[in-house]
């Protein structure tokens, strides 16, 4: 799919959300989906960041885009009910979400990672997205051609030692996603997919192989084209499926 080519405005008039919008590939995402046309909600921790996107979105023509800060490590059902209120109150629908933010303090033994480490990265990488998703189901429900994609990591399937609560609280996300796909079988205007970004240039890469020449990756954009499938009417009917964008 990373051969895909996006029809020309394939995502106009859609509203989409991306979580981690600031950095790596939520911001690559954000600024693909808005150049096909899309309104896009920028999701992350970190306003600089996200207004550095939100003027790149801006400076391009395309659809002005929306900011909600929120740190989903520390979020809860109000939280995320308020933020699916706002989108209605400020747009009147949504049509697609993408769960990219995710959090990986770094590689060691599960004998000395903390309850505290588990838990933030269980709140961030499975949590925030079951809860998200949640809120915002009755505009998903009403849109014509709903989307939601899951960033994940090659971690959640190869069992490996020192990737603790990262690659656990991603493989239960995936977990997740299949189950929602079943769930949701009856509204055959909504998916569910899960992508597996691969080895490419992004901010958790760096802290993951620090040995790594990082700019002899893939950039985050080079795997957009599958993220753009993902989201747009061209994958309706697929759903409770794991993409790699890149075979490692």
């Known amino acids: 799919m990373n051969d895909y080519q996006a029809p020309h405005q394939h995502l106009q008039d859609r509203v989409i959300l991306v979580t981690g919008a600031g950095q790596g590939i939520g911001r690559a995402a954000a600024i693909a989906f808005a150049a096909q046309g899309a309104t896009v909600i920028l999701v992350g921790r970190k306003v600089k ?46 049509d697609g979400i993408l769960h990219n933010a995710s959090r990986f303090d770094n590689l060691c033994p599960l004998e000395i ?6 838990s933030a990265m269980l709140q961030t ?10 809120a ?3 505009l998903l429900k009403r849109a014509a051609d709903a ?10 399937h190869h069992p490996a030692a020192y990737w603790g ?6 493989s239960a996300a995936e977990m997740l996603v299949k189950i929602w796909a079943l769930e949701m079988e009856t509204f055959p205007n909504m998916r569910i997919n ?10 958790q890469r760096k802290k993951s192989h620090p040995g790594e020449v990082h700019e002899s990756l893939p950039t985050a954009e080079a ?13 309706a009917g697929i759903s409770g499926q794991v993409f790699e964008a890149l075979k490692v």
């Open 125 to 134: 990488n499975l949590i925030a997205p079951f809860a998200l998703t949640k």
């Open 147 to 156: 989307a939601v994609v899951v960033t994940s990591t090659t971690a959640a």
């Open 223 to 235: 795997i957009m084209p599958l993220y753009l499938y993902l989201m747009g009417h061209d994958s």
């Open 136 to 138: 915002c189901l009755p």
């Open 49 to 94: 960041k996200l207004e550095a996107v939100y003027d790149e979105i801006e400076a391009a023509g395309n659809p002005q885009p929306l900011i909600f800060p929120l740190k989903l490590e520390k979020a809860g059902d109000a939280e995320y009910t308020a933020m699916a209120e706002g989108i209605y109150q400020q747009l009147g629908r949504l």
């Open 165 to 170: 609560a990262h690659a656990i609280s991603k």
């Open 113 to 118: 990672q903390t309850a505290e480490q588990f």
């Open 194 to 203: 899960t992508v597996i970004p691969g080895a490419v240039q992004c901010p």
